[in-house]
């Protein structure tokens, strides 16, 4: 069946510090790939997404691009802030249902 | 407007009661979902309806029961409800076969049960 591996957290970082969070993924065909983030005591909030291989989903400094020949997904913005604090959940779906989802990785960011 | 809401936010209640939890979207999506997130953050599907009809049932126990009035609301029953029940469960709908196949969720409900 379809899974998505993402790395262990928690990743703690300073402020304007490089973040990377990989994510890398099994399934059958070409599914389409999501970054959601959830912010303490909230929902899930799309971050990111790409369709289709090379494709490279970007939004709020945050980017990721659909690699088909490794079958990743990592998340990476150049300078975190201490507002990106929050659980981190690489997904992936295939003709638009349902979601399968990564454990999940906590961002701590210090000032 | 919220796009996908749900309620209550909170849910405290003893062992054995029956609870249920109220979800609506007002995207016009086809497709509704329920998703369970267990202590450890990790989130896996329970339940999908599309158009009002059952499509995914991931090996809930039975005593999880969700309805669909209509393709804008998901609810969902939980009878006799055991400690490991607490969790946070989100409600989420989406439209597939469009470009836009992203889900989009609720707030949550964070029932515990003592």
């Known amino acids: 069946g379809n899974s998505v591996t993402q790395m262990e957290g928690p990743v703690t970082l300073s402020e304007e510090a490089f973040l990377t969070i990989n994510c890398t993924y099994t399934a059958t065909g070409y599914p389409s790939l999501f970054w959601y983030v959830q912010y303490p005591g909230e929902g899930l909030q799309l971050l990111l997404k790409a369709t289709k291989a090379d494709d490279k989903g970007s939004n709020k400094g945050f980017e990721a691009t659909y690699r088909k020949e490794t079958t990743s997904f990592h998340l990476e913005k150049g300078s975190v802030q201490v507002s990106d604090s929050a659980v981190y959940f690489c997904a992936l779906s295939q003709y638009g249902n349902k979601l399968v989802f990564g454990a999940g990785t906590i961002l701590r960011v210090k000032s | 407007d919220t796009a996908v809401s749900q309620t209550p936010k909170y849910l405290v209640t003893q062992m054995g009661n029956d609870k249920s939890i109220k979800c609506e979207q007002n995207?016009?999506?086809?497709?509704m979902y329920w998703y369970k997130q267990d202590s450890k953050k990790f989130l896996k599907i329970m339940f999908s309806?599309?158009?009002?009809?059952?499509?995914i049932n991931e090996t809930v126990p039975n005593r999880f029961s969700p309805k669909s009035p209509d393709k804008a609301h998901l609810n969902l029953h939980i009878n006799s409800l055991e400690l490991g029940d607490s969790a946070v469960y989100f409600c989420?709908?989406?439209?597939?076969?469009?470009?836009?196949?992203?889900?989009?969720f609720g707030q949550g409900t964070r029932l515990t049960v003592v």
């Open positions: 309806y599309n158009n009002k009809e059952l499509i």
């Open positions: 989420a709908s989406s439209q597939p076969g469009t470009s836009r196949t992203e889900a989009f």
């Open positions: 995207l016009g999506h086809d497709t």
